[in-house]
């Protein structure tokens, strides 16, 4: 289905069918949980499998060693060489035709060369595309240096008349002199529209800016999230959540019909801002925001919650946050994790500190590749 396949790193399992592909992620997610695999109900396939990513970070490059100039995703264990997403299956066609449309005006414009990451030339380096999988809102922010000599604005204007599903919001051109090779929130231009774009999960609106963290996939998204709100919201008398590592507070606000109050803790102060906006947005004035390191914002907000959601990094909880979120005794535990191997790690030091596991279910997140998320449910032992 994609010349590229088995070079770009894209993709592992488009060779076999999604029925294989869901078989083999169960038994590895199975075998990664370990002791706690005997926990597992279910692994729940993606809403869809193709055209699902919602942000796709490209690189400016070339075909081949001195080849045309190319944007697409970096080739495996090639430092220029890019894979031009024409027969991409993990984004959807909007995206293509955007791309090939960028692709094909620097080309013609030959002023400007991809920037080279050992000689630290030229001017390409990136382009980023973000859309709203239920609102069809795309936004796009082209990184290069201050060197470009191509003029951006016929670029914009036959972007904003290409024949799309969904609608341009938005136009952004980031200046990056620096070595890095990263895209950074810094020398931000808005030369059309706005610098968000809107989505909708779980009948929810969030506003989502050009760097905000957001789930790439939407629709498996708002299936995840209503997984976690099962898990979180048995029913009864509820009345506190804590929401910790709560991003742009998405949870918080799922969970905030079912409880008198929710209050959600994100270290990156930005993600708290944009969690207050959305709130506003929705109507929400049961949700408290916080920014700072969980552990210290715990100390100083003590209760004992219903429940507490904890949706930490790849890498898991902090050594240091375990013993203040355990120290909450609160009777339900929820654990989202984009990285079972944190989880079966995380699920030892919390099973010692009096939780049990009640059951884990999965959730096909990234279909063709093999990255899976998990929620497991915990309850206190005394509560049983």
């Known amino acids: 289905m994609c010349e590229h396949f088995g070079r770009c790193g894209g993709c592992k399992y488009l060779d076999i069918s999604y029925e294989q ?55 495996q264990r090639s430092f220029y060489e890019v894979a031009t997403p024409e027969n991409c ?20 414009s030959g002023l400007d060369a ?15 595309l973000r859309r709203g999988h ?4 795309i936004l796009l922010n082209l990184v290069t240096t201050s060197t470009l000599a191509t003029p951006l604005e016929p670029l914009i204007q036959g972007l904003c008349e290409l024949a799309l599903d969904g609608k341009i919001v938005g136009f952004l051109h980031s200046i990056n002199d620096g070595v890095a090779d990263v895209v950074k929130n810094e020398n931000v231009n808005i030369l059309y529209g706005r610098d968000y774009y809107n989505e909708e999960i779980c009948g929810l609106k969030f506003k989502v800016s050009a760097f905000s963290f957001f789930q790439t996939n939407s629709a498996g998204a708002q299936k995840l999230y209503g997984l976690v709100r099962d ?30 109050n929710v209050l959600g803790i994100e270290l990156v102060e930005d993600a708290i801002k944009a969690a207050k906006e959305n709130a506003a947005l929705n109507g929400i004035t049961n949700c408290s925001f916080y920014a700072g390191d969980v552990q210290d914002i715990i100390q100083k907000h003590p209760a004992t919650p219903n429940v507490v959601v904890v ?20 009777p339900r535990l929820v654990y989202v994790a984009c990285k079972p191997a944190s989880l079966a790690r995380d699920l030892n ?29 915990l309850t206190r032992v005394e509560m049983l």
Do not use: W
Request: proline share 6%; charged share 25%; net charge negative.
């Open 21 to 75: 592909e869901l078989s083999i992620k169960e038994n590895s997610l199975i075998e990664t949980l370990g002791e706690y695999g005997q926990f597992f109900k279910a692994l729940h396939p993606a809403p869809s499998v193709e055209g699902y990513r919602n942000k796709m970070e490209l690189a400016f490059g070339d075909e081949g060693r001195d080849g045309r100039l190319a944007l697409g995703m970096r080739k």
């Open 89 to 108: 299956v993990l984004i959807p066609e909007d995206f293509k035709r955007i791309i090939m449309h960028v692709l094909e005006y620097f080309r013609e």
């Open 114 to 128: 991809f920037y080279h990451r050992k000689r630290h030339v030229g001017a390409l380096r990136h382009l980023v």
């Open 134 to 137: 239920f609102t069809g809102e």
């Open 231 to 260: 898990y979180a919201t048995p029913g009864g008398d509820e009345t506190m959540a804590y929401d910790l590592y709560c991003g742009t507070g998405t949870i918080a606000q799922i969970l905030s019909p079912s409880f008198t």
């Open 311 to 330: 949706d930490p990094p790849r890498d898991g909880l902090h050594p240091k946050a375990l013993p203040h979120i355990t120290a909450l005794n609160a």
């Open 349 to 377: 030091l919390l099973t010692a500190a009096g939780y049990v596991v009640e059951k884990i279910e999965g959730m096909d997140m990234f279909p063709r590749t093999p990255h899976v998320e998990a929620v497991a449910l």
